[in-house]
C-alpha cells in the first residue's frame, strides 16, 4: 500500500501555470510508475502524464504534451506536474496515481492501483 497526497492545485488565468506535488508515504516509491490524471464534471477520468520508476522515461497525453512535463524526486518520495500554457479546458480534479509496470514502453502502461484524493485546478478564460 501507498499513500497519496496532492498539492499545488488553485486558480490560476488562461496562459497561467501551475506546479503539482503528490507525496508518498513509505519506502517503495522507486517500485512504482506515477502518474497524473484528471476528471472534469460530467466527463470520466483521462490519463494526463506518467513517468517511469527511475524518472527516465514519460508520456503525455496529447492534449497537453508540450506544456506539461511530469518529474519525479524518488529521494523525496514525490512526483510533480508543471503545468505551463494552461487552457480553460485543463479545468479538472488532478489526482496522483501509482501503479506497477504492465510490460516494457510508455510508463502509461501500469496497473494503476493507488489514488490520491485529487486537487482542484481552474483555469479562468
Known amino acids: 500500500q501507498v499513500q497519496l497526497v496532492e498539492s499545488g492545485g488553485g486558480l490560476v488565468q488562461a496562459g497561467g501555470s501551475l506546479r503539482l506535488s503528490c507525496a508518498a508515504s513509505?519506502?517503495?516509491?522507486?517500485?512504482?510508475?506515477m502518474g497524473w490524471f484528471r476528471q472534469a464534471p460530467g466527463k470520466e477520468r483521462e490519463f494526463v502524464a506518467a513517468?517511469?520508476?527511475?524518472?527516465?522515461?514519460?508520456s503525455y497525453a496529447d492534449s497537453v504534451k508540450g506544456r506539461f512535463a511530469i518529474s519525479r524526486d524518488n529521494a523525496k518520495n514525490t512526483v510533480y506536474l508543471q503545468m505551463n500554457s494552461l487552457k480553460p479546458g485543463d479545468t479538472a480534479v488532478y489526482s496522483c496515481?501509482?501503479?506497477?509496470?504492465?510490460?516494457?514502453?510508455?510508463?502509461?502502461?501500469?496497473?494503476?492501483?493507488?489514488w490520491g484524493q485529487g486537487t482542484q485546478v481552474t483555469v479562468s478564460s
Open positions: 513509505g519506502r517503495t516509491f522507486s517500485n512504482y510508475n
Open positions: 496515481a501509482a501503479g506497477q509496470p504492465l510490460a516494457l514502453g510508455p510508463p502509461a502502461r501500469a496497473n494503476w492501483s493507488y
Open positions: 513517468v517511469s520508476r527511475s524518472g527516465g522515461s514519460t
